[in-house]
């Protein structure tokens, strides 16, 4: 990374997942289970953002990854609870092509005037989590912070790949039994960016 450019800043904005309405979150485990209320844990937020940086701490000398409102930062990602009716997009988020540039990005209607890179969407999520791994308690900060660093890879360069093995999996049209190996993955914090991916990340942190 050239010396003269300093960290990027990534801004994560989780309140909404205030609204995971349909599962019910053991506060004291943060695993969940079907329900109809969420107890919400009130340290979940900052365990997410563990997850996250965790993924990304091949690349910690060129990122800050921290939750905030998306002022002053160079990335902001938000948690919404839904995205249309498509039952398989989790997330979605500008490519990024330098890293001072992305391509056009969409905000959702109630974001036009607010700096939103990206998106994850926790109503698919929840869904996946109770229809792809039945109700048995799953780890489910794990999934949601994996499937954060899939969105934000995408933002720093990342396209999609095929092996259910890999953090980038396009998740949408591919089979359940693929789809549960992601999610499995995902949950058991089985999931890393390969050398080959860290180093294209490294290249685009180093574009101004």
Do not use: C
């Given at each position: 990374?050239?010396k003269d450019l300093p960290p990027l800043?990534?801004?994560?904005?989780?309140?909404?997942?205030?609204?995971?309405?349909?599962?019910?979150?053991?506060?004291?485990?943060?695993?969940?289970?079907?329900?109809?209320?969420?107890?919400?844990?009130?340290?979940?937020?900052?365990?997410?953002?563990?997850?996250?940086?965790?993924?990304?701490?091949?690349?910690?000398?060129?990122?800050?990854?921290?939750?905030?409102?998306?002022?002053?930062?160079?990335?902001?990602?938000?948690?919404?609870?839904?995205?249309?009716?498509?039952?398989?997009?989790?997330?979605?988020?500008?490519?990024?092509?330098?890293?001072?540039?992305?391509?056009?990005?969409?905000?959702?209607?109630?974001?036009?005037?607010?700096?939103?890179?990206?998106?994850?969407?926790?109503?698919?999520?929840?869904?996946?989590?109770?229809?792809?791994?039945?109700?048995?308690?799953?780890?489910?900060?794990?999934?949601?912070?994996?499937?954060?660093?899939?969105?934000?890879?995408?933002?720093?360069?990342?396209?999609?790949?095929?092996?259910?093995?890999?953090?980038?999996?396009?998740?949408?049209?591919?089979?359940?039994?693929?789809?549960?190996?992601?999610?499995?993955s995902a949950e058991r914090d089985a999931?890393?960016?390969?050398?080959?991916?860290?180093?294209?990340?490294?290249?685009l942190l180093s574009t101004p």
């Amino acid at each position: 990374m050239a010396k003269d450019l300093p960290p990027l800043v990534i801004h994560l904005d989780l309140n909404e997942l205030l609204e995971l309405n349909q599962v019910l979150e053991q506060a004291s485990s943060g695993l969940i289970a079907r329900g109809e209320v969420i107890s919400k844990d009130p340290s979940r937020d900052s365990k997410i953002l563990k997850v996250v940086v965790d993924l990304f701490q091949p690349l910690a000398a060129e990122l800050t990854i921290k939750l905030g409102d998306g002022t002053g930062s160079d990335r902001f990602l938000k948690a919404a609870y839904a995205w249309g009716l498509d039952p398989e997009i989790g997330g979605m988020s500008a490519q990024g092509v330098t890293r001072s540039k992305l391509e056009k990005f969409s905000r959702m209607a109630a974001d036009t005037g607010k700096p939103v890179t990206g998106y994850i969407f926790e109503g698919v999520i929840a869904n996946w989590i109770m229809d792809y791994l039945g109700s048995k308690p799953v780890s489910v900060n794990n999934i949601f912070g994996t499937t954060i660093a899939h969105e934000l890879g995408h933002q720093l360069g990342l396209g999609h790949e095929k092996g259910a093995g890999d953090i980038m999996f396009v998740f949408d049209g591919e089979s359940r039994g693929n789809q549960i190996n992601w999610l499995r993955s995902a949950e058991r914090d089985a999931l890393s960016f390969t050398d080959a991916q860290i180093k294209k990340m490294q290249s685009l942190l180093s574009t101004p």
